[in-house]
């Protein structure tokens, strides 16, 4: 399906970097879900470059929903956003030799020299604008379902934020933070690194790491459509993820299974683990705990340094210094990204187990 | 599409640990691909479990094939191939308290008691002999076509295997080995650290490091169906599998752009990048260097210890110690699975780029 | 997805004429569905061949579910039956001259030649049996919702059956007869047509119409997945059907507007329409009322007089005699596939709509 | 997938007859097609409602695309086009009794009262301009590898237009009639019923014939995506089409098997039959000859008179007089909606079999 993901609940991306709007189709959203213009806006804003630590390109972001609302709620039918690009300028992007770490060359070869290259066309991060707003409708009604997402930076420029510890507590805080750390005299100094990176016209990467509480157990499949797999999936269309772990991830290679598995209890909420190794899932399937996850986010290619580099056009070798606006860093950005593929991929799960209507009011 | 992945090229998997026999169906094929039966029963030794390493379960596996090959060679309408299952004991397999880190919990939700739960079921790692199944269908075809796909233990019980060297020289080295590792002497240290955890009731974990050469450029889509998702999705398939990086991975949140962008060089074999951090995909699409990724595996959590775990039937928490037999380690049966998958993977997306009939021969 | 349909719940078919095995694959379907091997049998007693109006090819159908059942009821994880092929007389199906009528052509062009040309292979009507065995698994379970299929043979070799009356009886009556009429006696006059078309070497073809009650009304899509559309392309699998129409269908071409519109009442069962021109259906999605549609089997192409055609080898005309066992006609034994491939879509809407688990039954 | 279709290229449609704007998203088009406006204004126009025997609402169609073009060819990449709705009233839409034929009850069922019911709301046909502009899109594309489609009123109100006779006259004839017959005498009557029908406030329904020249043959499935299931399951969407047949369709019932088998012959062309009872198609795959298909269209549902009907609000039974603006016929105007959606359904089978690039040019 390409640009399209999901089954029941999908969600479609289209745009350019340069042309006149980017937007996203969701279908399959239940009917009656209240549209709150205004969290649309934070969220965009979180996402938006601000300061030092990202691009001068500067969005309003001015958004306007064009179907699939009526009277402030979903109608069930698709629901279409759109976002314009204001602050374009294209003559800083000219057709140059393939900016190393970006889609340049890949574009070019796959879509055969027709595609838009103008700032990364269709592959540039601007189009995570309109994933953001498609998310934006669906992580309030998660909410009002229980389900609460939410994403700290973990590690950026080598340095560590503080562990998860009361995620009731973290999350909602984790949410509304422009720079989302769970220690901020960390956060600062991760902030000043990236500065530091700018400043050398170098960029950094670093590590995002979200939970999910409030997730029904039983979601997800056996095989494939394991729970791990589609978000999974969903994840690695954020730009510059490359790679993505649940639970303990990597450092399960060298555990042994006494220490892996989760002892299962029975308590007041029911059925669950004293440790969370799994991240909230076995055998594809929510268990009940929170579901943990990690994205690697690579440093930003569009770098102010000399680059070896091919000219598409005719072939010669050349170095390359990239101009226009750029991140130094984008994982502090991304956390929103994340965030909101992340419930769109869960509204589509719920829908498939629970029906088209479950994330719904009542009747109208 | 929950059992079936895979949009030009699907493979359904179905069956269950103790049922009579499990299997899967390819659709979409292209026609005139010959089936090598002895490739087939190779590929399924190497996943099947073999000396102290593994369990005690013998399977002959022998595959019938049902359809979708006539004299030989594939038609073009779906292939079936059934594995049956013979050395069952299910009396090892009562229902008992579910067992940690497996997913007999989850399962017991989301199918409301109705599982299967002997043996783990359709969840059983048994079902991926019928993707190793498949999966040497398809293998032969895209080597063919010039593409080899190869994995080693890269780490296992804490002990490192040597670096991917001349991948040309290894992939199919490693394709043969029953234990497949690049330096033999570590190889035998994981081994013996498998049987010390074996002998103490325990098990291991590990880390599989793929490679994927002469895969044409241009494979893959920009959002959702990038060929990191789409591969991510497959790999979180293969039982234990938590987490997925491609390139160098995590390893990136500590670069810097310049060193982690890879420079593009024109050379003889057309255009190529200098060093591969990014694991051959930019954008979500295949750049004409080596595939690389890894996959970590957990171990087993069946273990011969004593956890606290839940019984289903009373609620009651009781200490449950798993008996019947059991790998101390699967992350190089794996290794297989993880090949196959990849090759069904790529079959897909390959025959969504260049249509149905590329990877076939000509007319018959 | 080619030879798999459905969403959420989906099937997948396979085997071919003279292959050992047929068999599909129900991946989605709730679990706790008892599963009546003797209702499957019933259901495959009705779709094979009997009498002298049918070919004397004789199967038992001795079907076996390999997974996906457990202790007699669905587990939830993919259900697979398989049914032998035993009467298999490959002699008689040497590659001849295309079989005009059949797609002996269309697949050797397509397939590259490759296609098992042996009793048409996968395009022959035998693997309609996997179709009917999928079908009596979900059939039972519609039934236990309120929800009744049945299909008359309701015109056939020019005369007509009578028109459906009080569904309730109709419905049930139907679904045990081995040639599905109202009225015997216009069954009879078929029966004695399509005799008398056998004795010339010659075939008939007919008209099926289908009604199901009790479906609940907002099952539909409005774009694409109208219900109209998705039951289209369903029965469009059924061999030999060249047209679907819904309510009035053709005829509606002649009506006006003031006829054709069903006006809404709202009585004890809810609102309901006054006439049902439209089947069942408005805007794509159900209302409530019974579904009506009706499918045009076209007369069995093998037939036993000379035709002219073209061999495959030499590409040379010539004159094509078909020799081996032939249906004077196919339509009354369509009808249960008919059944089958509606329930089978219905309980994917259905599933889509109310979530995985609304066909089972309670907790085991 | 609900309001997408298509698996390699596929369609997304949103919008409502009063909201903002309508649209479309097509993903997986080739990259390299030349993007015509003149003829997206073209086709538009053959769509847009005309003289006395349509509704007076009057939409210049000023359709935007906003994506998925660049230098006036595709990019490969998901091309979209909104198309502003201008001349709205929403005061004439009140939300009144359900109005009999029209989706207003179903929707509100679907949607528990949260749908935008003005104008039918995302069920209008309104929506099919923006199939329009993407079929517009890939029918010149088609047009270059040879493929021609074309639709003519083939009856209305009970008057036939002549048969088709040599298509490769007849179709680019029909292409640019406002009013597509075949026979002009015959469309002035056709003509002259549907303006009396009007006069009396009621409206008159059609039949829709279509021939799609040039077509590959080795197109489409055995088994569910067959050619007639796939092109029937789009056909349904084109609102008021309530049948769909193949070839001789109905009338199948009545031939013998030596009258409906199409004979095959080896000449100068290749493999092509004598005769088209099966419209092109066999066992699901196109063979060559010319596809061949019609569509019933009911009469518009919206007529001047006094209707029965249930208030939704109420639940009261009450006489509805639907006011407005409305269509006495719409089977003319469907006509380009029929071939629009007959090349998007094309496009994807033919790059499901050839690749992702078939349809477009050489490199740029």
Redesign the interface.
Known sequence: ?????G??V?V?????SH?????A?I??LA??LPVDEAFVSAQLALRRPAGKISTARREADAF?I???V?EG????????V?IPNADTRSADYARS??R????D???H????????YRGG???SGR?TAALVAAGAVVIPALKRKGILIGTHVA????IDDAAFGNLAVDLPRLNVLPFAVLDEAQGRKMQAAIEA?AAEG??????LESAVTGLP??????????L???L??????V?A??????????A???????????????GPEG?R??TN???G????????MPLLFRC????????A?D????NGET???ETLRIRGRHDPAIVHRARVVVDSVTALTLCDLLA???????L?E???
């Not at 157990?217 to 394991?226: A, C, L, M, Q, R």
């Open positions: 399906m390409k640009n399209t993901f089954s029941s999908s479609t991306l289209f745009g350019e042309g006149p709007e980017i937007g189709v279908d399959g009917p009656g306007r064009i179907s699939g009526f709620k979903t109608t069930g039918t698709p629901f279409t759109l030799a393939f190393p770490g970006h889609a060359y890949t574009a070869v796959k879509y055969h020299g027709f595609e838009d066309g269709h592959f189009i590690r950026c420029a080598g990176a170098d960029s950094v990467g670093g590590i157990s039983g979601v997800g499949e056996p095989w494939f459509d394991t791990e797999g589609l999974a999936h969903a994840l690695f269309s730009p993820v490359k790679g993505v772990e649940f639970g303990s991830g990597f399960l290679a060298d555990l042994r299974g006494s220490e892996a598995n989760d002892p299962l209890r029975n059925i683990t004293l190794h799994n991240g899932i076995n055998g594809g399937i929510s268990n009940g690697v986010v690579k440093p930003t290619p569009s770098i340094k680059q070896l580099s091919v072939g010669e070798e498939q187990r629970y029906g088209t209507d479950w719904g009542d009747d109208a």
